[in-house]
């Protein structure tokens, strides 16, 4: 009787969930998961403030152009594991097979209407790329993974697309079980932004950091001008998944300096999203994460000419906002 009743809590201690490791990252050296990460925005124009010298303007929204924007990003990859420890990937292949975004923009003004469509894609599409862990800098050395291939393409990319930073610490997952709750590093975010740190909303910039340093900085001062909160509640288990719900409010600015005519900018944002993150108990990784709702974004000018009044014009935008990934292990 005692053996037995020895042998079922060894069981029960090896089932997931039961134990402080069971939700980890963790897939085995040598898998191969295909991530795509799906990003959709739908904009609308809904305030315009202007200031002259220091008084404000009153603007008639209703005499202003209406102004409608529609966004959709996605990035498809296929990473190999091939050695992994301390919880990370020490080398690891990305091949990335799809890299694309296009959008949308259409101005109603009165009886005119304008309108125009834009892609955009990425010389990396095709390629594959190696991230080695190197212990003495602390961070991954990125190469191209078989031929020679243009270096500012690798300025900026980012191993992690595993949604590690969604996991708690490990010291944080003792005695960790469902209806545990925990605050999420707000650097998660960038997985929401730039997943793979490619920014699709600019990548000719990307591709010119190299020869800029401060193109190279711009997507990383978002991070660094990050408030708010981000939270995790593990809800439930089931067919070893576990469900987390996740809560996002965020917020964060970027500015802009003066162009050669003297205009300067800033852009800020925040987001209210809520969702799920399904994560694979058993093969250590994440199987799905969905989250959705609203976000707003101002646009601000300002400048002055030599004789001219100091003029300052904010444009904010109202968005609804989807974020997706989904993983598939491959053979």
Known sequence: MQTKFLLASILLATLPGSTSE???FGPPA????????VQKVTSALTQVSIVVDG???EVDMEASPSIALEREETIAVIDEYVQLAAGRPEKLVRQFEKIHSTSSEKIEFGEEETSQ???????????????????????????????????????????????RDWLPEKEEREGLAEGASWEVPLDAFRYHL?????????????????????EDKRWKDYLENASGEIRAK???????????????????????????EGVSSRVAFQYDLKGELIWNLEAGRVERFEVAGESIE??????????????GRTMEYT???????ETEALD
Do not use: C, H
């Open 319 to 325: 968005s609804a906002v989807s974020f997706t990934v």
């Open 298 to 311: 101002s646009v601000s000018f300002e400048g002055a000419s030599e004789d001219g009044p100091s003029v």
């Open 234 to 260: 593990w809800v439930r288990s089931e067919g070893g998944l576990a469900t987390i719900d996740v809560d996002i409010n965020f917020e964060s600015w970027i500015a802009y300096e003066p162009s050669e």
């Open 30 to 37: 040598g898998a191969k998961l295909k991530k795509t990460f």
């Open 194 to 214: 730039f997943a793979g740190g490619l920014d699709l909303v600019d990548l000719d910039a990307q591709a010119d950091a190299e020869a800029d340093e401060d």
């Open 55 to 57: 008084e404000e303007v």
């Open 22 to 24: 069971a939700l980890r």
């Open 117 to 163: 469509e834009s892609e955009q894609g990425s010389d990396l599409e095709g390629r594959s790329v190696r991230f080695t862990w190197n212990e003495e800098s602390g961070e991954y050395d990125v190469a191209f993974a078989s031929e020679e291939g243009d270096e500012s393409l690798l300025a900026g990319l980012d191993e992690d697309m595993d949604l």
